[in-house]
């Protein structure tokens, strides 16, 4: 037997959630032959299809222009389609996952894959690992624990990229460790006070983009 599934219910799953996303994704599946201008279901075995169409006609975006310009580089041959936030292909509505990404590609793009942060709590901990990209070598550092000059050395040594976190659960003691202006490693520290992962991130990149072209 043959099963079939609503289309709205489909396209929204796809991410195509809104009226004017809805539409646009309706008419390009009519286009391609995968349906018919006011047909209510599509067959399971369409599914496929139609997920490989959508992916490859449209660059689903916010309003927000660094998504915009990401996507259009990542997918050139793509429609861009405003949709709501939390459908973005680049952001997901996640500020921190955007700016995860814009340091990411910057790292990229200049071989910088050691990256080292001392402080934050160990929630923030956990979602940076979360939202790595996968070539980062992460070491995290816990700014309440003792950590003595000899490893902080190392620590600068190993790093291509090192922030200095001092917003939450950084000792003093710990920070200076890292933050001495003679080192020979000065320039790979970012050394901020905001609160919250896109601040850390977004910091990051305006480091990276001063440090050096690549
Ligand atoms: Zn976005």
């Not at 599509?42 to 998504?67: G, H, M, P, Y």
């Not at 340091?103 to 793009?109: E, K, P, Y």
């Not at 923030?124 to 070539?135: G, H, S, T, Y």
């Not at 050395?153 to 001092?166: I, N």
Request: with cysteine; proline share 4%.
């Amino acid at each position: 037997m043959n099963a079939d599934r609503e289309i709205g219910e489909v396209l929204s799953e796809f991410g195509f959630a809104d009226p004017a996303a809805t539409q646009e994704a309706r008419e390009a599946l009519v286009r391609a032959g995968l349906t018919r201008p006011g047909k209510a279901r599509i067959s399971d075995a369409k599914l496929d299809k139609v997920r490989a169409l959508l992916e490859a006609t449209f660059a689903r975006t916010c309003t927000d222009a660094t998504c915009r310009t990401a996507l259009s580089r990542s997918k050139p041959a793509a429609a861009l389609l405003t949709v709501p936030k939390g459908a973005c292909e680049h952001c997901g509505g996640s500020d921190n996952l955007k700016a995860m990404r814009r340091l990411s590609a910057l790292c990229r793009a200049r071989h910088l894959h050691r990256v080292v942060v001392v402080g934050g709590s160990p929630s923030v901990r956990e979602e940076l690992i979360a939202l790595k990209p996968p070539e980062w070598n992460l070491r995290l550092i816990d700014g309440t624990e003792r950590r003595t000059g000899e490893k902080a050395r190392a620590d600068l040594e190993w790093a291509h990229l090192l922030f200095v976190w001092g917003s939450s659960e950084l000792d003093h003691r710990v920070s200076k460790l890292y933050t001495d202006t003679a080192s020979p490693h000065r320039h790979k520290v970012v050394q901020l006070a905001r609160r919250g992962i896109a601040a850390l991130l977004n910091a990051g990149s305006e480091h990276v983009e001063r440090l050096q072209r690549p």
